[in-house]
């Protein structure tokens, strides 16, 4: 019984912090700036990727990390911009959408990013679609991707 007790304890601490986050969310206009920034380049990278515009590295810190499934990491622009250039040598994908659902953080220097992604072949059709968190470092330039990790919905 105490461990029933315990665990309804946590899902409603939980839930309480998630209902704040958002109520932070909502009422603060600089997260707002921020997070229609971030929808801005997400766009721009849809653009781009379609276009095989190898340019989509400069979304990327320089010492930005793709974390992507069944693979090992992708350290730094040297090795996203090969991934990118074999990814579209390849043909097979020809765009990846992205949808923002919340931010997280202050705005200061990070903000973590979360929402569900799309990947189409070169017709338009739905290759794959799952969820995403982007941790976005604020640089000179503006936000930039820092960690991108993704997962499918689908099992392999």
Not at 39 to 65: G, H, R, V
Not at 69 to 90: I, R, S
């Given at each position: 019984m105490k461990q029933k007790t315990l665990t309804a304890a946590i899902i409603c601490l939980c839930l309480f912090l998630t209902?704040?986050?958002g109520i932070a969310q909502a009422n603060n206009p600089g997260l707002q700036q921020i997070k229609s920034s971030i929808q801005k380049i997400n766009t721009l990278y849809y653009e781009l990727f379609a276009k095989s515009d190898a340019s989509i590295i400069n979304l990327y810190t320089d010492d930005a990390i793709l974390l992507a499934p069944n693979m090992l990491p992708v350290n730094g622009k040297k090795a996203l911009k090969?991934?990118?250039e074999d990814t579209f040598?390849?043909?097979k994908v020809k765009g990846v959408k992205f949808q923002t659902g919340n931010i997280y953080?202050?705005?200061k220097a990070y903000i973590t990013e979360e929402?569900?992604?799309q990947v189409f072949d070169p017709n338009g059709k739905v290759l794959?679609?799952?969820k995403y968190l982007k941790l976005?470092?604020?640089t000179k330039a503006g936000w930039k991707i820092f960690r991108d990790s993704f997962n499918s919905n689908h099992k392999i």
């Amino acid at each position: 019984m105490k461990q029933k007790t315990l665990t309804a304890a946590i899902i409603c601490l939980c839930l309480f912090l998630t209902y704040k986050s958002g109520i932070a969310q909502a009422n603060n206009p600089g997260l707002q700036q921020i997070k229609s920034s971030i929808q801005k380049i997400n766009t721009l990278y849809y653009e781009l990727f379609a276009k095989s515009d190898a340019s989509i590295i400069n979304l990327y810190t320089d010492d930005a990390i793709l974390l992507a499934p069944n693979m090992l990491p992708v350290n730094g622009k040297k090795a996203l911009k090969k991934d990118f250039e074999d990814t579209f040598v390849a043909g097979k994908v020809k765009g990846v959408k992205f949808q923002t659902g919340n931010i997280y953080g202050d705005g200061k220097a990070y903000i973590t990013e979360e929402g569900t992604w799309q990947v189409f072949d070169p017709n338009g059709k739905v290759l794959d679609d799952g969820k995403y968190l982007k941790l976005w470092k604020l640089t000179k330039a503006g936000w930039k991707i820092f960690r991108d990790s993704f997962n499918s919905n689908h099992k392999i």
